[in-house]
């Protein structure tokens, strides 16, 4: 570059004006401190030392930044009703009697509640981008979908929400809840979900779930093979289906649980169909570590699919909350750097490879499962928040807290470093 273009550059930094200047923030892949300029809402620049007129400058301390957590499965309808349940064996199937009983009282302002509650905690706790399954069947009627279509509007100046309109309790058997699903697929949502192994017809229920998906011309997400037997598997019907329906990158399957039984080799053959067939994987670490084993009296298994082995293969993969403080799962808070942490832990992850990989599975590669946009760059919208770690791999070894949130360069969320006094 010629002095005289050197100059231009810098006169045109100089009487740029932007809106808002984060100095001072680590980012990936960039060595040293630079600083995010925005304006409208989008980055205008990034780099070191920028010289611009800014209506607004914020200090970032050398906090790491990156477009924000992505959680690509979880039930905001059925959150937090610990005390409406009774909870004795720990299994699967109690969970999924007692929920069915505590949401045929759901009314749409206590789902709004309890839902917009887990929202603002899961903003504050850095993700700003969501896929929240919703339960509609003829308990929970259409209580529960307009509740979160209420909150998706509320909270859009913080978290962008998909919908998935989910049949958790089964379809072949209850007609009606057909026709529901349909209608909540025409009234915005934006995703179908299907659960087989609650069903009496699996293989009905993943043709049907498809047909509606494909009326809608929209993705698919399943609950699959919830257990830790493999012989006991719908997935091979889900492949086929998505091959004869033409969705190759449009599925993705939750739990699979019985795919941590697998020794290497037989993981390897059924990690690279999934692969082939273009279906991604969500893995849910504290439902599945809570609700799989209970049949074991010692050497209880982990029952966590190993992501980060079927990601070798070729798998889109993701980590994610799922229940938050039900009879699935009576702990959480939505904190995902808290969820990849426990993976990593679980999994017995060390090297900062597969740390950084964990990272991007509740970050880059949630976002790829789920359509999000997923990008810190020049033009991007200004989605950005700021943990106090260095890296991704200090983000997910210490759950590093977040610092603050901006949705469209607009500041949603902070929460000040502590200080010991």
Not at 108 to 137: P, Q, W
Not at 196 to 216: C, W
Not at 257 to 283: F, R, W, Y
Request: aromatic share 6%; proline share 4%.
């Amino acid at each position: 570059m010629t002095r005289a273009a050197m100059a231009a550059l810098s006169e045109y930094r100089f009487q740029m004006k932007v809106d808002l200047v984060l100095r001072n923030a680590l980012i990936a892949r960039h060595p040293g401190l630079v600083d995010i300029a925005i304006r409208d809402g989008l980055i205008a620049e990034i780099g070191s030392r920028i010289s611009c007129e800014a209506v607004e400058e914020e200090d970032l301390e050398g906090a790491f930044a990156f477009p924000g957590f992505v959680d690509s499965h979880i039930h905001l309808d059925k959150a937090c009703i610990m005390e409406r349940c009774s909870i004795c064996a720990g299994t699967l199937e109690e969970a999924v009697r007692e929920t069915a009983k505590a949401k045929a009282g759901f009314s749409e302002d206590d789902v709004y509640k309890r839902a917009s509650a887990l929202v603002e905690k899961a903003i504050m706790h850095g993700t700003n981008r969501m896929r929240t399954f919703v339960e509609i069947d003829p308990r929970a009627g259409m209580r529960s979908f307009e509740a979160i279509r209420r909150v998706r509007e509320d909270y859009a100046f913080a978290i962008d929400i998909q919908i998935c309109a989910f049949a958790q309790e089964g379809l072949t058997h209850e007609p009606e809840t057909e026709a529901m699903l349909d209608e909540a697929l025409r009234s915005g949502a934006d995703l179908i979900g299907g659960c087989p192994y609650t069903d009496t017809d699996a293989t009905e229920h993943v043709r049907r779930i498809f047909a509606l998906a494909r009326k809608h011309d929209v993705d698919v997400d399943f609950h699959l093979d919830f257990s830790l037997d493999p012989a006991k598997t719908d997935l091979p019907g889900v492949i086929e289906a998505t091959r004869k329906n033409g969705y190759a990158g449009r599925v993705t399957i939750g739990h699979v649980t019985n795919l941590s039984a697998l020794d290497p080799a037989a993981l390897s053959t059924v990690g690279k169909k999934i692969a082939e067939a273009g279906i991604a994987l969500t893995v849910l670490p504290a439902t599945d570590l809570f609700l799989m084993g209970r049949q074991y009296g010692s050497n209880v298994p982990r029952g966590i699919a190993p992501a980060n082995a079927l990601a070798a293969l070729g798998v889109k993969t993701a980590i994610a909350t799922n229940n938050v403080l039900n009879p699935f799962t009576p702990f959480g808070d939505a904190s995902l750097a808290r969820m990849a942490n426990l993976y990593a832990n679980v999994m017995q992850l060390s090297r900062d490879a597969d740390i950084e990989l964990v990272f991007d599975m509740v970050g880059a590669k949630a976002a790829a499962v789920t359509g999000f946009r997923h990008d810190l760059a020049v033009g991007q919208p200004a989605d950005i928040v700021t943990l106090d770690a260095a890296n991704p791999s200090e983000i997910v070894r210490s759950s590093a807290p977040t610092l603050a949130g901006w949705k469209r360069g607009r500041k949603t969320f902070v929460r000040p470093k502590a200080r010991l006094l």
